[in-house]
């Protein structure tokens, strides 16, 4: 497991933007940050953790909740430790608690919640209309 920590979170207005940053500190298990898929959940307020996006250990094509595709972006910088969520044209509706995840050494990345098992300890996002 890794231990991340998530910041950036606020209170925004709707139509604004937000970065959200998640870094692993400490010593991971074995191998490099790179190694680990890393995913974002969020959590509004009375309801389940739901998947937001995520991003393969090794890069390529990230994979999006479909209802936030073309406002929310994923990256990463390996060399920072670090997992970006740029989200953009916020609505109250994005009210959550963001979570980021790290996944098994070298797993592929899945939306599946119960396949993460390295979980920051979130970052409040409130968005008013």
């Known amino acids: 497991q890794v231990h991340l920590v998530e910041s950036g979170g606020g209170l925004v207005q709707a139509g604004d933007s937000l970065r959200l940053s998640c870094t692993a500190t400490g010593r991971t298990v074995s191998g490099t940050f790179s190694d680990y898929p890393v995913a974002w959940f969020r959590q509004p307020p009375g309801k389940e953790r739901e998947f937001v996006a995520t991003?393969?250990?090794?890069?390529?094509?990230?994979l999006y909740a479909d209802s936030l595709k073309g406002r929310f972006l994923i990256s990463r910088d390996n060399a920072k430790n670090t997992v970006y969520l740029q989200m953009i044209n916020l609505k109250p509706e994005d009210t959550a608690a963001y979570y980021c995840a790290a996944g098994p050494r070298f797993m592929s990345m899945t939306m599946s919640r119960d396949a993460y098992d390295s979980w920051g300890q979130g970052t409040q996002v409130t968005v008013s209309s």
């Open positions: 991003r393969n250990w090794w890069g390529g094509s990230p």
